[in-house]
């Protein structure tokens, strides 16, 4: 079963935008608002590292490396959680994971979308 359902991945030039998205359809309202949620990313050759998190009460948290340039949010209604990445980098490049961890404990993965940034 999908749990999380990601979108928005692609090649952009450095400097350009891109927006992902992750949808957890399946989750009640109720669930949703009361989970955590963020980003993870793996670049070619490295570890899977922690990009942003949004907290149930709206509390964010930033890698340093995005700090300023990339920006979570979430939406109750849509039952989506996003991630705005400015000004993006080559050293950006890799597949981003979105994240969900329910008040319960469980969390849950997306299947991974690939952002390619060309210098």
């Known amino acids: 079963q999908t749990q999380l359902v990601e979108s928005g991945g692609g090649l952009v030039q450095a400097g350009g935008s891109l927006r992902l998205s992750c949808t957890a359809s399946?989750?009640?309202?109720?669930?949703?608002?009361?989970?955590?949620m963020g980003w993870y990313r793996q670049a070619p050759g490295k570890e899977r590292e922690v990009v942003a998190t949004?907290?149930?009460?709206?509390?964010?948290n930033y890698a340093l490396s995005v700090k300023d340039r990339f920006t979570i949010s979430r939406d109750s209604s849509r039952k989506r959680h996003y991630l705005q990445m400015n000004n993006l980098k080559p050293e950006d490049t890799a597949v981003y994971y979105c994240?969900?961890?329910?008040?319960?404990?469980?969390?849950?993965w997306g299947q991974g979308t690939r952002v390619t940034v060309s210098s």
């Open positions: 994240w969900v961890r329910r008040s319960e404990g469980y969390e849950y």
């Open positions: 399946r989750f009640i309202t109720s669930t949703f608002n009361a989970a955590d």
């Open positions: 949004v907290t149930s009460r709206g509390s964010t």
